[in-house]
């Protein structure tokens, strides 16, 4: 319950914006006789029938994404679980999956956060992903709610990580090298850190090194 209090002598609209139920309470400040009047009353209620929206990243259908990235789940509003108790990092696994390729796939763990507003969840990959996979998120139906009851719905998105690439553009193939010359070897990469550089004379191995892939 909340209550508002003003002048006597107020005149013009009250307007109280407060969840739940209101109480206006009329004081007169002034000590001694006198009467206070009230006049035109109005009181007209609102009720909040929209459940929270929330926004994923990464957004639907997603492609390239990193392999250690979260998923970070945003609401509109304050989130409660469905029996209006208080959402806590340790109910995170019991209203969002995580899974490979759909809602029928492997399970993926993770560690969830939800911020101290309790709009944000924040997923986070226990392992690193696999390369190149579909994913799945999903807020499960009826799982949470906001402060008037109002439950959110399913809502799911799939993502895909990245794909590792190396292209060696020099030398070419089938290139003739002779002896004493000089070779660059040069690359394209995508998504690397490291490449293993390997360059043999027929069987013989006579470069193996790391290379960082910026290079």
Same mark, same amino acid.
């Given at each position: 319950?909340?209550?508002?209090?003003?002048?006597?002598?107020?005149?013009?609209? *009250?307007?109280?914006?407060?969840?739940?139920?209101?109480?206006?309470?009329?004081?007169?400040?002034?000590?001694?006789?006198?009467?206070?009047?009230? #006049?035109?009353?109005?009181?007209?209620?609102?009720?909040? *029938?929209?459940?929270?929206?929330?926004?994923?990243?990464?957004?639907?259908?997603?492609?390239?994404?990193?392999?250690?990235?979260?998923?970070?789940?945003?609401?509109?509003?304050?989130?409660?679980? &469905?029996?209006?108790?208080? *959402?806590? #990092?340790?109910?995170?696994?019991?209203?969002?999956?995580?899974?490979?390729?759909?809602?029928? /796939?492997?399970?993926?763990?993770?560690?969830?956060?939800?911020?101290?507003?309790?709009?944000?969840?924040?997923?986070?990959?226990?392992?690193?992903?696999?390369?190149?996979? =579909?994913?799945?998120?999903?807020?499960?139906?009826?799982?949470?709610?906001?402060?008037?009851?109002?439950?959110?719905?399913? &809502?799911?998105?799939?993502?895909?990580?990245?794909?590792?690439?190396?292209? =060696?553009? &020099?030398?070419?193939?089938?290139?003739?090298?002779?002896? /004493?010359?000089?070779? #660059?070897? *040069?690359?394209?990469?995508?998504?690397?850190?490291?490449?293993?550089?390997?360059?043999?004379?027929?069987?013989?191995?006579?470069?193996?090194?790391?290379?960082? &892939?910026?290079?």
């Amino acid at each position: 319950e909340s209550t508002t209090q003003f002048d006597v002598f107020h005149v013009g609209p *009250l307007t109280v914006r407060s969840a739940g139920n209101s109480v206006i309470r009329f004081v007169q400040k002034v000590s001694g006789s006198g009467q206070a009047v009230l #006049d035109n009353i109005h009181w007209t209620g609102y009720k909040d *029938l929209t459940a929270p929206l929330v926004t994923f990243n990464p957004l639907n259908n997603t492609d390239s994404v990193l392999l250690n990235a979260p998923v970070v789940l945003t609401f509109d509003e304050a989130i409660l679980k &469905a029996d209006g108790n208080e *959402l806590t #990092d340790n109910d995170l696994a019991s209203v969002v999956e995580w899974r490979k390729t759909n809602a029928s /796939g492997d399970p993926v763990a993770f560690a969830g956060t939800i911020s101290s507003d309790k709009k944000i969840l924040t997923l986070n990959p226990s392992s690193l992903l696999d390369i190149n996979q =579909v994913y799945y998120v999903a807020l499960k139906a009826s799982a949470v709610e906001d402060a008037f009851g109002n439950e959110c719905s399913l &809502a799911e998105i799939n993502f895909t990580t990245v794909l590792p690439s190396v292209l =060696v553009t &020099a030398p070419a193939e089938g290139q003739t090298v002779y002896q /004493g010359n000089t070779v #660059d070897i *040069l690359w394209t990469s995508a998504f690397v850190d490291t490449v293993n550089v390997v360059v043999k004379k027929g069987t013989t191995e006579i470069l193996n090194e790391n290379k960082d &892939a910026s290079l």
